[in-house]
């Protein structure tokens, strides 16, 4: 210890209940923190935003004012052109290949564009029960340990 202390030595199964509830909540909290994202039109009519997606990941708009057009760039050069998305419609794209994805959306008017990306990856999704397994292995160790603990009595003459 840092001021020259003892500390006993800890226990695995502490750590095991540790490390799975740490899992469980950071798997919880990256994939219900998503923060939309504002953009507004100024003097250039056009909006460019990159994301390296995966395949099953997607990339969708709002429109709070105004109308726009979305170009998606895919990574093999290729280009897919969306219909004109007017106020109070949204649009969606679901990448089919992973890679980096170029997203241009052109604003016919003083426009205003919410968007967000969720993924989609089922690797995501395995490291819950991988987490809840750790997590109840721990707790399942500490109670069966409770039982094997000894009886601590002060013995009197």
């Known amino acids: 210890m840092g ?3 003892e500390a006993p030595p800890v226990k695995s199964e502490d750590v095991m209940i540790l490390i799975g ?16 994202t504002n953009i507004t039109a100024g003097e250039e009519n056009e909006f460019t935003i990159k994301y390296d997606l995966s395949e099953g990941d997607t990339f969708s ?19 897919v052109f969306g219909d004109l998305v007017g106020e109070g419609n949204d649009w969606e794209y679901v990448a089919e290949n992973s890679g980096v ?10 426009s205003e564009i919410t ?7 089922l690797i995501d999704f395995a490291l819950y029960p991988i987490g809840g397994l750790i997590l109840g292995y721990g707790i399942l160790k500490k109670v069966a340990s409770a039982d094997e603990e000894p009886l601590e009595a002060v013995l009197e003459d």
Do not use: C, K
């Open 21 to 36: 509830a740490s899992i469980l909540l950071l798997m919880f909290i990256l994939q219900t923190w998503t923060v939309p």
């Open 61 to 79: 708009f709002d429109v709070v004012n105004g109308e726009v057009r979305p170009t998606v760039v895919l990574p093999d050069e290729e280009r």
């Open 3 to 5: 001021a020259g202390g």
């Open 101 to 110: 994805h170029i997203f241009t959306i052109v604003a016919f008017e003083d």
């Open 115 to 121: 968007y967000d990306m969720s993924r989609g990856i």
